[in-house]
């Protein structure tokens, strides 16, 4: 059974850094593209980013494109994503899941930049 764990969220200021991880059990995360995505408040979940099987290629949304950097430790099975210079339109709750096809969500972590 697949469970995903995000954590590292919390209150940041406008300007501010964070660093979300994503421990995964019942995978092996190097072998799947994994994608980190973000809900905020009455919208609809978006894809951030992504970091491909087997190799360290990424993609970004254009909004992020340049502050996040998505990554991956094989030895720790875990999947990270560099926030900085974040803003307050970044403020949502940030998921970690198997890309295209996802496993059962996670609890996520919620990050909130104040202005």
């Known amino acids: 059974q697949v469970q995903l764990v995000e954590s590292g969220g919390g209150l940041v200021q406008a300007g501010g850094s964070l660093r979300l991880s994503c421990a995964a059990s019942g995978i092996i995360l190097r072998l799947k593209t994994m994608a980190w995505y973000r809900q905020a408040p009455g919208k609809q979940r978006e894809w951030v980013a992504d970091?491909?099987?087997?190799?360290?290629?990424?993609n970004y949304r254009d909004s992020v494109k340049g502050r996040f950097t998505i990554s991956r430790d094989n030895t720790k099975n875990t999947v990270y994503l560099q926030m900085n210079s974040l803003k307050p339109e970044d403020t949502a709750v940030y998921y970690c899941?198997?890309?295209?096809?996802?496993?059962?969500w996670g609890q996520g972590t919620q990050v909130t930049v104040s202005s």
């Open positions: 899941n198997v890309s295209p096809y996802p496993a059962q």
């Open positions: 970091i491909f099987a087997g190799s360290s290629r990424t």
